[in-house]
Every structure is written in structure tokens, then in C-alpha cells.
């Protein structure tokens, strides 16, 4: 239930960018990382530590995640991202063209999600292949 929401939650903020939705999102996906006991490894505490770098740089700016370096040509696929401006701030966590248009907290959440999948594979294996003595 709590991925289901989170997801929802996700999809309506990325269209309809705003505080509420963005800080709804935000605490969804915190409840998530705790509910799924998450937290009580180093993988869990990577997604933790990404998802509070992401919510406090887009709750900062009215729900919208600034892009340093975005082109004014280009139109990003949600209304959620917006070319980063004088009146933008935080953005030292902000989405970076340097960054191949990814933040600091993507970074940290695609780490630990990578590590719980390489934990998840590695018990797979060592339990599909008995040690030998």
C-alpha cells in the first residue's frame, strides 16, 4: 500500500507541481523507507539521505525542481522541472547539466536502490549454490 501511494504521489506532483503535493510526496516516500524497514541498513539510509536532499531543495522552491544549465530551448517531459533562476534556491542540490541533468540526492537514491538489488542477488546466490567445506 505504501509504494501504491507513493507512486500516485509521485505521478500527480510531476504534473501539478506544488508545496502540498511535493512535501506529500516527500513524507510518502520517507513513511515508505521506514515502513519497509529500510532504514536499518546502509542502502536504506543512501535512499533516506536522497529523498531528504531532493524534498528539501524542491519544498524550498514551491514544489518545482530547479535545472542548473537546462537550456531555454528545451522542454523537460514534467512541468516538475524548471530552468533554475536568480530566485531559485538550494541549488547546489538542484538537477546540474554538469550532472547529466541528475542532483546530488539522485545520486544517493540510485546508490542505495543499486545496493538492495546486489544484496538481494548476492542472498539468491549464496542460497541457490551450497558452500563447500
Not at 36 to 41: A, E, F, G, N, T
Not at 91 to 114: C, K, N, P, R
Amino acid at each position: 500500500m505504501p509504494v501504491m501511494l507513493t507512486l500516485m504521489l509521485s505521478v500527480l506532483w510531476k504534473e501539478y507541481p506544488n508545496v502540498a503535493l511535493c512535501a506529500l510526496f516527500w513524507l510518502s516516500t520517507v513513511w515508505m523507507t521506514y515502513s519497509m524497514k529500510l532504514v536499518s541498513r546502509p542502502a536504506g539510509l543512501l535512499i533516506l539521505l536522497g529523498a531528504v536532499s531532493n524534498a528539501l531543495v524542491t519544498v524550498f522552491n514551491g514544489g518545482v525542481m530547479p535545472v542548473v544549465g537546462m537550456p531555454s530551448s528545451f522542454s523537460p517531459v514534467f512541468p516538475v522541472w524548471q530552468q533554475a533562476h536568480g530566485n531559485h534556491g538550494l541549488l547546489l542540490l538542484a538537477d546540474h547539466a554538469s550532472l547529466y541533468y541528475f542532483s546530488i540526492g539522485d545520486f544517493f537514491l540510485i546508490a542505495g536502490a543499486s545496493m538492495l538489488v546486489l544484496e538481494r542477488v548476492y542472498h539468491k546466490l549464496r542460497v541457490a549454490v551450497p558452500q563447500q567445506s
